[in-house]
């Protein structure tokens, strides 16, 4: 009961205008209440790490963790059915980090969808493939999007790309303490016009999880911002 009453609470909190333009929930799966904490919180896009495992996609970050009940349906599909039919829904990213093999995997995912119309013909709503992908992206349906990561090889169409995604260690050791140092800002400067060359928004994962970060990110232009705190972040970048 208690928690039933929460998840109505945090439901009836999306009509309060919390939003955010560049927000993204990593590991959203590790909160109390997977999706709501982060849907209320006004982020823009949800990452889910998932295991296939006989045909089921189970949410973990690691494979000793799953269990049958945390699985991507329960945890993510159902509930943004809710807030997809609900008034004032203004979109949502679903980025599925795949952790087992990618044609398994999103064979899986693909039969489950076909459960899912309000979601795979919605346009206010984006499922994104990361983690293990396949290599030719253009042999899936267009409500597939993906993950890309490789900002130096990329595929004749990009059609079913939603996003650049690049490790932000492999450019700076930056702790997000002091200020970015300037050669680390101009790696970053390149990465994002980059994407932003072909139209795509771009993600830093790993970055740091700190107010100065996430100012040093948006003045940046960076399109979403990767944290774990997802309420903190939308606020301190609502001020």
Known sequence: MKTRLLIVVLF????????AQKVHAHNDYE???PFWEAYTAGVKSVEADVFEVDGKLLVAHNRED?????????????????VVQASGFQGLQLLIDFKTEAEPTLSALMKLLEN????????KVTIAVSGNRPSDYSAFLEYIQFDHQDAENWPETLDNIALLS??????????????????DRSKMEEMIAIAHRRGL?????????????????KELGVDYINT???YECVNFLEK
């Open 12 to 19: 009836c909190l999306q009509n309060l205008n919390l939003t």
């Open 31 to 33: 909160h109390d209440f």
């Open 66 to 82: 799953v269990s049958a009940e945390r699985n991507l349906e329960n945890l993510y599909l159902q509930p943004l059915v809710k």
């Open 116 to 123: 899912y119309p309000q979601l795979t013909a919605n346009k």
């Open 166 to 183: 690049l490790p932000f260690y492999k450019i700076s050791p930056w702790k997000g303490q002091d200020e970015l140092p300037l050669k």
């Open 201 to 217: 928004p771009i993600r830093f994962w790993a970055t740091p999880d700190t107010p100065l970060a996430w100012k040093t990110l």
């Open 228 to 230: 774990d705190k997802p």
